[in-house]
T-cell receptor, first 115, second 110 residues
Framework: EAGVAQSPRYKIIEKRQSVAFWCNPI?????LYWYQQILGQGPKLLIQ????????DSQLPKDRFSAERLKGVDSTLKIQPAKLEDSAVYLC?????????????FGPGTRLTVL | RKEVEQDPGPFNVPEGATVAFNCTYS??????FFWYRQDCRKEPKLLMS???SGNEDGRFTAQLNRASQYISLLIRDSKLSDSATYLC???????????FGSGTRLLVRP
């Protein structure tokens, strides 16, 4: 079974530029998550989708971050404009449903460096 | 105060050693608990869930103490391949959101 796919794997941009990340979850997984992992910290949830609806975006900096999952499958996360503190690994994860026992499977992440 | 706190380590142990990590959580409403493993520059992967009665998976034993709000992970007979960062994770089932600790780094030396 194919895992969670993410692209690009690495991205280097200058501050104030825009960047977009793409995620394709495991086939059949209804729930998709975007996490931000800053060096030395654990992942922090940015946004959670079930199908194409947002379940939780309470920690998404909405002035600069946006995400969509229009057809309930793949998703994009955008940062516009980027700041130095956005340098992090952006992890996408998916799970079959929202049920408490569902395991979240993570993609390899996109490592973003903002100069 | 952080919602999930862990000693960052690193724990540097020889092969064959037994090592234990603890993790504390602040929200008594937390319902589900997990340990994830993250290798350097890789994604987190579920190691094991933690149940109130304690559970064991081979060389790994996880325990939960709800009264004291801490979770532990014990690794017996450490292998070089156990070198990784171990992330303590809690979930409040009402929100289905995973809350990660910052991780404890383990280095197993020959």
């Amino acid at each position: 079974e194919a895992g969670v796919a993410q692209s690009p794997r690495y991205k280097i941009i200058e501050k104030r530029q825009s960047v977009a990340f793409w995620c394709n979850p495991i086939s059949g997984h209804a729930t998709l998550y975007w996490y931000q992992q800053i060096l030395g910290q654990g992942p922090k949830l940015l946004i959670q989708f079930q199908n194409n609806g947002v379940v939780d975006d309470s920690q998404l900096p909405k002035d600069r971050f946006s995400a969509e999952r229009l057809k309930g499958v793949d998703s994009t996360l955008k940062i516009q404009p980027a700041k130095l503190e956005d340098s992090a690994v952006y992890l996408c994860a998916s799970s079959f449903g929202l049920a408490g026992g569902d395991t979240q499977y993570f993609g390899p992440g996109t490592r973003l460096t903002v100069l | 105060r952080k919602e999930v706190e862990q000693d960052p380590g690193p724990f540097n142990v020889p092969e064959g050693a037994t090592v234990a990590f603890n993790c504390t959580y602040s929200n008594s409403a937390s319902q589900s608990f997990f340990w994830y493993r993250q290798d350097c520059r890789k994604e987190p992967k579920l190691l094991m869930s933690v149940y109130s009665s304690g559970n064991e998976d081979g060389r790994f034993t996880a325990q939960l103490n709800r009264a004291s709000q801490y979770i532990s992970l014990l690794i017996r007979d450490s292998k070089l391949s156990d070198s990784a960062t171990y992330l303590c994770v809690v979930k409040m089932d009402s929100s289905y959101k995973l809350i990660f600790g910052s991780g404890t780094r383990l280095l197993v030396r020959p």
